[in-house]
């Protein structure tokens, strides 16, 4: 016969009292650092928004309450008169496209040049590269002031001053160099590899650039035409010493329209700066999911 053994039964003990675990207090440093951290923090965000929610403040007072002092942080009297004035006012929406189309003309070009200027300076060895890089490094040392007073005498001489081109030119020469060495360093990131795997596979440099690099460098594209879009939307120097009245921009166009030798309508004023801030919000919008994926996600398996 088989005999069977059984095992007691496992039983818990109840009689150990139960141990209680509490939370590691916070040492007194650590604490006082986490305070600072975040009481710099909400300086900077005061400094940094402020002048945006006074600009709304403004935009939503009436006239005769924005020079009151003690000031009202919050309005006690809205109107909604400035911004229908702003609608209203038909020169404003003709500077408005010739922002448009100066700003994203300026940013077409300056990611296309950059993008070939980048690619040759990271990936290719020849002479003088090191030379034309700290060339196109130096221009940035030059003040905008001596360049504008040189393009306002080369564009007077072809007889392009007031014109769509003269200003797109003139945005680039200082877009474009923070963009080629922008889209360069991001060219270095990119492994030789995949060059040379589209070689073996018979692609030309021409079809590699097009087809294997440039989607990979997308994101770091997008940023520079932001940052091209952005600082051709926001000059207001250039703007204003090269343009003329068919071709004037915003920045220049709100201080002729609503800035004058006596009066300036701040309230009007402020309610078209957040109307024309729109088109820049928007494209940041739509570029973050750029900005923010990855370089190489999946280029090598």
Known sequence: MSTTTLEPARTEDRSLPQQVRRRPRLRPDLVRSRALAWTALLVIGVFALFPLYWMLVTALSPADRVFQFPPD???????????????????????LKNSVIVSLTTAFLSVVVSTYMGYSFSKFRYRGRRSLMNFVLASQMFPQSLLLITLYALFRQFGMLGSYT??????????????????KGIFD????????????DGASRWRTLHSVIAPLAAPGMAAAGLFAFVRGWN???????????????????????????TQTSWPTLMAASLVVSLPVVVAFMFLQRFLVGGLTAGSVK
């Open 235 to 261: 000059d207001f120097v250039f703007a204003l010493s090269l343009s003329s009245n068919d071709t004037m921009t915003l920045p220049p166009g709100l201080v002729h329209t609503y800035i004058g030798e």
């Open 166 to 183: 003269a200003l797109v030119l003139s945005f680039s020469t200082f877009t474009l160099p923070l963009c080629v060495w922008m889209l």
């Open 73 to 95: 942080f919050v309005p006690s009297t809205i109107t909604w008169g400035n911004f229908r004035a702003v609608l209203d006012d038909g020169p404003l929406f003709h500077y």
């Open 189 to 200: 990131t990119i492994p030789d590899a995949l060059m040379e795997a589209a070689a073996i």
